[in-house]
């Protein structure tokens, strides 16, 4: 169950994606984080309010880590539009896989942040040969210093959306789901603000002031937002979390190849053979685990 809510997941990532982006081409990066943050702070605070919950919860002996994922997250957000535009976004989604894979195998590994250890077992090489190739396939444009350094960007991009991930998978097993994601957002406009006085100037409508676009739908980025980091606490800290960044992408790939083929009526091919092949990987991985657990019994 928890795999199939993953894999919807990031299909609704894609979905949150489309909609920051035009969040972001209509009001700039620095006011669109702000502006989503916002959104996703009123809304999880209704929620609260409806429940009935105190938004913070004194608990003693967590640590002062655990409540930085919102942080993370901004970076994430600044790491990945750095990188857009320098390179393709199927370059752009396989280092940021890339990033993802290789530390939710060190969170796997070392139990980082206090997560459960899941061991990576060498008869997993062939699965994993066969995902790094599907992101091979999927960088295409490396040339010149600004694509290098875009393409780092991106992977340090995938290395924070596992680290948030974890944080806020862990703030929430402490302190409760729906108090976790406040928090998240909390953090995470802490640091969006700083950010939009000191680097916003040059966006549009900075000194004149703002108006809201009449596409209302570009504002409910926040909002699905909370849906993803709360769907995220809940299976962090039942999946791996090396599967779970592959799953999240095998849904994000499968809803862009429908998104581009409804709207440019073709098939993004080379993501298309990127995703079976690192499916493929996932699948072969996920035999191996099930053979290891019936030889245990």
Known sequence: MYYLLALLTGVLITVM?????????????????????VVGL???????AVRREAPFKRVKGIPLR????GAVGVITV????????????????????????????????YGLFGMKRHPFNKRKLAGLALML????????????????????????SGASIVTSRVLNARLGQEIGSRRGVF????????VALPLFFLLGGGEAGFHAG??????????????MGVVVISIDNATSVR???????????LGQVSAGLVVDFIIERGINWINLVGGVLVAGGLCVNVLIDKAKGADAT
């Open 17 to 37: 994606v489309t909609f920051n982006g035009s969040l972001t081409a209509e009001h700039g990066i620095y006011t669109g984080t702000v502006i989503i943050h």
């Open 42 to 48: 009123v809304f999880v605070s209704l929620m609260l």
């Open 66 to 69: 655990l409540y930085l994922g």
């Open 78 to 109: 600044l790491l990945t539009n750095f990188a857009f535009g320098s390179i393709s976004v199927s370059a752009l989604m396989a280092m940021g896989l890339f990033g993802q894979s290789l530390s939710g195998i060190a969170v796997d590994e």
């Open 133 to 156: 190739a599907g992101i091979g396939v999927m960088v295409t444009d490396f040339g010149g210093r600004a694509a290098v350094i875009a393409a780092v960007a991106a992977f340090a």
């Open 183 to 190: 928090v998240c957002h909390v953090t995470g406009l802490l």
């Open 210 to 223: 703002y108006a809201f676009s009449p596409l209302f739908f570009m504002y409910i980025g926040g909002i």
């Open 239 to 249: 999946i791996p979390a090396f599967y779970l960044a592959l799953l999240l992408f």
